[in-house]
């Protein structure tokens, strides 16, 4: 039995009783995995059972940069964090790098200069949840700042990372994405990275990948490219880049998908062909949002002969203008369709006339499964009896079409007060959201 300083034991009661120091040492180090490495290190004060526990948590968490005054500070803290804990295998490891602004003193070199040494470090220890950002994640305020990215100077190989998380990291030459070493690897988020150089993310594994606010572009003339080649991929979503749009390898396994593009993704310069929605044609929800200056899917739909899976369908106004076309594509197309959700906002002004040919030779009807049909539009939306007709025109009865007119915010996002939709939740969380 452990004595104190007196030589009695302590007491087993009341207040003064150590009753969480008193668990199994394995408990308390999960517990501590939950707190930044700062906070768990501090625990060491607590007493003498507590002086060592934080050696053994199995999570790295150095993101709270903004605790440290300098960049040197921060990188003082890990290097020897990294020195004195165990040997211990990681769950997750989570790196940023400190947010230093440009003075005086500023070295360019010192926020990152030791973000290679750290993930190498983090794969030695078998990590299976491997994060790197460029900037402190509770400080809401530094995404929308003009902060440098981390550039990547390590390479990702790994048996038993599953889950990889990065924010404002920008590949180099030397080290592009590729993940083909990490045969268990399930998840990647990516949101704010860049490259000057050829994108290639390859993973057999990957299930899950979301691709968003992405700056990607080439400066090889000959053959710019942003390939991606994810044969088991589940879930995709591809949301606010810039530059080239990564050309997607067959995706047979594909569920859902979230496109949504802004007049700053283009393809003109990528010589390897777009066929994004081809690569799409076996998923079972599927939502296409494209801003009236952006990249079009209209040619590329084209080359669609059937979405034969496709049971929920979200679409903004690239559909309906300047013609019905890409929407009577999708009715024609998609025979087993239950859900359909448009998502109307202001006219495009600036729409011409298509030389592509939407309407089919022959007479069809919509799926026979569609049951909904959701319209959301602003008032007095001159569009949306014409849409009514041609939906009337090709079989979809009236009373399964719900119109809600509502008001635009600021940001572009629609607020329909009666509008619910909790009974239609599907694997998405962003398809149908008003």
């Known amino acids: ?31 501590l995995s939950f707190l930044p490495s700062r906070e768990a290190v501090r625990t060491c004060l607590l007493s003498r059972r507590w002086r060592h526990q934080w050696k053994s948590a199995p999570a ?29 295998p990681l769950h997750a490891c989570e790196i940023a790098a400190y947010k230093e602004y440009k003075g005086r003193y500023y070295d360019d070199e010192e926020p990152s200069r030791y973000t290679d040494l750290w993930i190498r470090y983090a794969m030695s220890c078998n990590v299976r949840l491997l994060r790197l950002s460029n900037h402190d994640p509770s400080d809401l305020d530094a995404q929308y700042e003009n902060i ?17 998380e990065l924010e404002g990291v920008m590949f180099s030459c030397e080290y592009p994405l590729d993940l083909s070493s990490c045969p268990n690897l399930e998840t990647i988020k990516m949101n704010r990275c860049s ?50 749009v990564p050309a997607f390898e067959s995706m047979p396994l594909l569920q859902t998908a979230s496109i949504k ?15 994004l929605l081809g690569r799409l044609s076996d998923a079972t929800n599927l939502e296409l949002i494209s801003e009236p200056q952006a990249l079009s899917f209209r040619k590329d739909l084209m080359r669609c002969t059937a979405f034969s899976k496709l049971k929920t369908l979200s679409l903004n106004d690239w559909c309906v203008e300047p013609d019905f076309g890409p929407l009577l594509h999708f009715l024609q ?25 939407y309407v089919s030779t022959e007479p069809f009807l919509a799926s026979k499964h569609l049951r909904v049909v959701k319209i959301r539009c602003q008032a ?11 939906m009337s025109s090709y079989g979809v009865p009236a009373e399964q079409i719900d119109v809600k007119e509502g008001n635009w915010s600021s940001e ?6 009666s509008f619910q939709i909790s009974k239609f939740c599907i694997p998405m969380p962003c398809m149908f959201e008003v």
């Open 380 to 390: 007095n939306d001159e569009r949306v009896p014409k849409i009514l007709k041609v």
């Open 195 to 244: 490259s000057l150089i050829h994108v290639n993310i390859w993973s057999r594994s990957v299930r899950c990948l979301c691709i968003t606010e992405y700056d990607f572009y080439s400066y090889d003339e000959e053959k710019p490219r942003a390939a991606v080649y994810v044969p088991s991929l589940v879930y995709l979503e591809l949301n606010g880049g810039r530059g080239l």
């Open 333 to 357: 197309r998609s025979p087993s369709l239950e859900k359909l959700c448009l998502r109307l906002s202001k006219p495009d002004e600036h729409a011409k006339e298509t030389n592509a040919s």
């Open 261 to 275: 593009f802004d007049w700053t993704s283009t393809r003109e310069d990528n010589n390897d062909g777009f066929l």
């Open 1 to 31: 039995m452990r004595r104190g300083f007196d030589g009695k034991a302590p007491a087993t009661g009341g207040c003064g009783a150590d009753r969480l120091g008193a668990l199994p040492d394995e408990i308390l180090q999960h517990a």
């Open 412 to 417: 572009g996002k629609s607020i329909y007060k």
């Open 148 to 164: 440098e990215d981390v550039l990547l100077h390590a390479h990702i190989a790994s048996h038993h990372l599953t889950t990889l």
């Open 60 to 88: 790295l968490r150095v993101a709270d940069v903004d605790a440290f005054k300098s960049a040197q500070r921060f990188n003082e803290f890990v290097n020897h964090l990294i020195v004195l804990r165990d040997r211990t």
